[in-house]
């Protein structure tokens, strides 16, 4: 029998360092010890996977070797059952009644929501600009969010609903994953703060999804929508969802949909904001694609740089920055063994801030996604801002979409500026958020 080579990593448990600087450690372990490392988080044995091979190797290659597993064990707390936490025919039979609401003719014609949510923002942040107030922009982008994803795929505008569903949003981004916090490791049934405050987010998650399924049964909402879809879905003895699973879809996609748009929406807006250059050339752009007129899907093949900016983005803050899985047979990644029930961590922050893989990874660049400017033959899996394989971010393309078209909307009507005496910091928790909230001033752009 060969010997089984491990692979290389620090002593003892790191959940501390973990806990208190998750994105610096990843990043910080990918420069010490290479692509694949292991690691101890408390009692679980870890490997944290940055290397685009191993990468692949996971999410394409032996995909069915690696499960949901452990570190999702709080996401039923507030998704259910459903798309995000199963495998197996589960998920193929959930994925299988959303997917053809994200496929591209049905965006298309939806996507006129975008601009106009878009564009709501935008006569809000010019009224600011005239008064000389600073706006939220953190919290204008999920409100926004909130109301492309109603209106694209429920049927019904959440936009209504932002002040109550964002901070239940906030404490589920927190909530799901898993940490060494006590809060988290006592019972759920102990009646501490923290399980109070999570009854209460959780209630009202349920209770203003289930408004818009009623919405739907009571025939209120006349369109073909993800919740009338659900609704007809019949299981394998030909019998309908139950309530409670139909609600698991919903929080699924409304959670991880517009939550992880509206963060790589601030992050791009914010990346602008610090590049002066970059936001000329964009205004430039529009202003000759455009004219000044409501962009629209068909404009963006012509906007080149519109579409670098974005992934210059992506590639910085990547909404969704690590992916967990568990190990289900012993495996061997990078030539080192991986033993059946321990756990794999991929880090899509830590592959695309990587030296080895980017020039000066930690610049904001957009030509780095131009063809004439592209740093050498990088492997397909050094960039996976959506993950990848069959398990790829079901809303991808309408995220895409969505970010693009509104920074499009937001560039050519205003100038965002940052707020002085406010640094932005990373908060990596199931999104990768700015932090404190990213306060802007607006300026209107001359037409």
Request: net charge neutral; with cysteine.
């Amino acid at each position: 029998m060969a010997e089984q080579v491990i692979a290389p990593g620090p002593s003892g448990s790191q959940l501390r360092r973990f806990d208190r600087d998750a994105i610096g450690f990843v990043t910080g372990l990918e420069q010490e010890y290479g692509g694949v490392v292991r690691i101890s988080l408390g009692p679980f044995v870890v490997h944290l996977v940055s290397d685009p091979a191993a990468v692949k190797h996971i999410l394409q290659d032996n995909a069915k070797n690696y499960v949901r597993g452990k570190f999702y064990g709080n996401f039923d707390l507030f998704f259910g059952r459903g798309m995000l936490t199963t495998d197996g025919a589960e998920w193929r039979e959930r994925r299988q009644v959303s997917q053809p609401f994200f496929h591209k003719p049905r965006l298309v014609e939806k996507s006129p929501a975008i601009t106009e949510c878009a564009s709501d923002l935008v006569d809000q942040w010019e009224a600011a600009a005239d008064r000389g107030d600073p706006v939220d922009v953190t919290d204008g982008v999920m409100t926004l969010a909130m109301g492309v994803f109603g209106k694209m795929f429920l049927g019904v505008d959440l936009r209504p609903h932002s002040a109550e569903l964002q901070p239940a949003t906030l404490f589920a981004m927190q909530a799901v994953l898993r940490s060494g916090s006590v809060s988290q490791l006592l019972p759920r049934w102990v009646p501490t703060r923290y399980r109070r405050t999570s009854t209460a987010h959780r209630a009202t998650l349920d209770r203003v999804l289930d408004d818009v399924v009623e919405r739907h049964v009571r025939g209120e909402v006349q369109e073909h929508t993800v919740v009338s879809a659900l609704l007809a879905a019949r299981d394998e003895h030909g019998a309908p969802w139950p309530r409670e699973a139909v609600l698991a879809e919903l929080k699924t996609l409304f959670l991880a949909g517009h939550e992880t748009t509206g963060c790589s929406i601030v992050w791009t807006l914010h990346a602008i904001s610090q590049h002066p250059e970059v936001r000329r050339g964009l205004e430039a752009e529009l202003a000759t694609v455009l004219g000044g007129r409501t962009p629209t899907v068909e404009d963006l093949p012509a906007l080149d740089h519109l579409r670098h900016v974005v992934a210059e983005s992506l590639r910085l803050y990547p909404a969704v920055w690590s992916y967990p899985r568990d190990v289900v047979a012993d495996d061997t990644i990078g030539g080192y063994h991986v033993p059946a029930g321990s756990s794999v961590l991929l880090s899509s922050y830590a592959t695309q801030h990587s030296r080895s893989l980017w020039e000066n990874p930690e610049a904001f660049d957009p030509r780095r996604f131009c063809p004439a400017h592209q740093d050498g033959d990088r492997p397909k899996y050094a960039y996976y801002p959506f993950g990848g394989g069959a398990r790829k971010c079901i809303g991808f393309e309408a995220a895409l979409m969505e970010v693009q078209l509104v920074v499009a909307t937001v560039v050519q009507r205003v100038r965002m500026d940052l707020t002085p005496g406010r640094p932005t910091g990373i908060w990596p928790k199931a999104s990768l958020r700015p932090v404190p909230n990213v306060l802007m001033t607006a300026t209107r752009v001359s037409s």
